[in-house]
C-alpha cells in the first residue's frame, strides 16, 4: 500500500528513469527548517511541535507532505531555491495540504475513482458475456479514463487551494509571497526545457502559468509584498546551501561554485565538506578552523571539526570539539550521536560508559535514530552487556522495511532472556518479539501461498 503524497511537483533535474534516494540528518539543517516554519505553521493553526521534516537527498525540486504531519524536502529544492523566502513559500504550500486535511480527504477521491473503475469492469463483462465483446472493452476503458480523470480532477483543485492557503498564511505570517511567485517561475522553466506535459487534464497540478497567474494577484495585494527576507534567515539559508552543496555535489565542482578567494562562511563550509571526501583532513580542518577564529563557539562548526576528525582516523583528537558541541547544544540528538560514536570507537569500557548515558538520551528524544540504536548496541557489548546489546539491535532493525522480522526476532528474544523481567525494558523485547514474530509467521504463510 502507497501512502498518499500531496506536494508542489515531482520534476525531474537528472533523466535517469530511476534514482537512489536517501534521508540526510543534519542538526542544523532540522532546526532551521522548524525555525523558519514556525510562523507558518501558527497561521495555519497548527502546532508547530507537531509538524516533523524529513531533507532527502534527491536532486528534483521537490516536496511534499505523507503519513500524517510528515514535511519532505528535496536536496534539489534548497539548492535551486536562490533565497529564503522561496523556500518558506514552498513549506506554506505543504503546510496548506496539511492544514486541510488533504491526505485523509484524498481516500475518499480514491474510493470515488475504484468505484467508478470497478462499475465499468462489471459493465464491461456484462457486456462481454452478452457477445459484446468490443462493446465491451470500450466500457472497461471508458471507465479507466473516468477514474484516472476523476482521481486527477481532484488533486489538481487541492493544489489550487493549497496555493491559494499558503498565499494566506505567508501574509498572517508577516513575509511577502513574492518568493513563492519565482519558485513556481522556476518551475514552469524547467517544464518547458524537460518537456513536462502541458495537457491539463492529465495533470496531478494545475499549469503552473495558471498558478502563477492567480497567485500573482493574491500576494502582489499583500502589504507584505515587497518585503525583503529576513537577514538573518537568509544569510544562515546561505550559509546551509553551501553546506548542503559541499556535501552533495563533487569537489570539482564545489571548488567551481566557491573558489578559495571566497572566505566568506558559506564558502568555507562548502569547501570543508569538498576537501574532506577528498581525504584532504588538514585542508578540511583549515577551513572550519578559520571558521572557530570568528565563532568560538558555534556547535556547527565544532561538531563539523569533530566530524572531519573523527571520519579521518583521528578519533581521540574528535572527542574535544564534539564534547564541547554537545556541551553547548544539549538538545540536538545527532551532534550527542556523533560523540557517542566517537566514544565507543575509542574501545575504552570508562569511555563506553560515558556513550551508554549519552546515547541512551539519544534515542529517548530521536527513538528513530538507527545510527543511535547501531552505537548504543555497540557500546554495550564492549561492557559484556549482550542483552541489551540485542534489545538495541532489535530496535535498530525493526525500524527497517528491509529488515527480515526473524532476524528482529532473534534479537529481541535475546534481550527478553537476557533482561530482569518486568523491566521497562524487558516489557519492550517482548513487544518487539511479539510483532516481528507475528511479521515473521506472515512472511512465511505468504511464500507458502506463493
Do not use: C
Not at 558559506?266 to 569547501?271: S, V, Y
Amino acid at each position: 500500500m502507497r501512502l498518499v503524497a500531496f506536494g508542489l511537483i515531482a520534476l525531474l533535474v537528472l533523466s535517469s528513469p530511476a534514482r537512489a534516494q536517501s534521508m540526510l540528518r543534519d542538526a542544523e539543517t532540522e532546526r532551521f527548517l522548524h525555525e523558519i516554519s514556525r510562523p507558518i505553521i501558527e497561521a495555519a493553526g497548527l502546532d508547530p511541535r507537531s509538524i516533523e521534516f524529513y531533507l532527502i537527498g534527491d536532486p528534483s525540486i521537490n516536496a511534499f507532505v505523507t503519513g500524517g504531519q510528515n514535511i519532505f524536502v528535496h536536496s534539489g529544492l534548497i539548492l535551486r531555491a536562490e533565497n529564503v523566502n522561496e523556500l518558506i513559500g514552498v513549506i506554506a504550500h505543504e503546510t496548506g495540504h496539511i492544514a486541510g486535511g488533504h491526505l485523509i480527504r484524498s481516500g475518499d477521491a480514491i474510493s470515488t475513482a475504484m468505484n467508478i473503475s470497478l462499475l465499468s469492469l462489471l459493465a464491461g463483462v456484462a457486456a462481454m458475456a452478452a457477445g459484446a465483446g468490443d462493446a465491451g472493452m470500450a466500457i472497461m476503458g471508458a471507465g479507466q479514463s473516468m477514474a484516472q480523470g476523476s482521481f486527477l480532477s481532484y488533486s489538481r483543485s487541492v493544489e489550487a487551494v493549497t496555493d491559494q492557503a499558503g498565499a494566506d498564511f505567508l501574509e498572517r505570517s508577516g513575509i511577502s509571497g513574492k518568493g513563492l511567485i519565482t519558485f513556481f517561475q522556476k518551475l514552469q522553466e524547467m517544464e518547458f526545457r524537460y518537456g513536462y506535459t502541458q495537457d491539463a487534464y492529465v495533470r496531478t497540478h494545475p499549469l503552473t502559468g495558471e498558478r502563477i497567474q492567480k497567485l500573482q494577484e493574491r500576494v502582489e495585494a499583500s502589504p507584505y509584498y515587497n518585503k525583503e527576507p529576513n537577514p538573518e534567515h537568509q544569510a544562515h539559508f546561505l550559509r546551509l546551501q553551501a553546506k548542503l552543496a559541499g556535501y552533495i555535489n563533487e569537489p570539482a565542482r564545489t571548488f567551481q561554485m566557491y573558489p578559495e578567494t571566497d572566505v566568506s562562511t558559506p564558502a568555507r563550509l562548502a569547501r570543508a565538506y569538498a576537501w574532506h571526501k577528498l581525504a584532504e583532513r588538514e585542508k578540511a580542518e583549515k577551513e572550519v578552523d578559520a571558521l572557530l577564529a570568528k565563532e568560538p563557539n558555534d556547535p556547527y562548526f565544532l561538531e563539523m571539526k569533530g566530524q572531519i576528525l573523527l571520519e579521518s582516523g583521528k578519533v581521540e583528537d574528535s572527542l574535544a570539539p564534539l564534547r564541547r558541541s554537545v556541551q553547548i547544544a544539549p538538545n540536538e540528538p545527532l551532534i550527542a550521536t556523533s560523540l557517542g560514536h566517537a566514544l565507543v570507537s575509542m574501545e575504552d569500557p570508562e569511555l563506553a560508559k560515558e556513550a551508554v548515558t549519552i546515547l541512551r538520551r539519544v534515542v529517548a528524544i530521536d527513538d528513530e535514530n538507527p545510527f543511535a540504536w547501531f552505537q548504543l548496541g555497540m557500546a554495550y557489548t564492549r561492557l559484556g552487556d549482550e542483552a541489551r546489546a540485542s534489545l538495541a539491535s532489535a530496535e535498530r532493525l525493526s525500524m527497517s522495511y528491509s529488515s527480515n522480522p526473524a532476524e528482529v526476532a532473534y534479537h529481541a528474544s535475546r534481550a527478553v532472556a537476557g533482561l530482569p523481567k518486568n523491566t521497562p525494558e524487558w516489557i519492550r523485547a517482548q513487544d518487539i518479539l511479539l510483532i516481528s514474530d507475528e511479521a515473521a509467521k506472515n512472511a512465511r504463510g505468504k511464500r507458502r501461498r506463493g
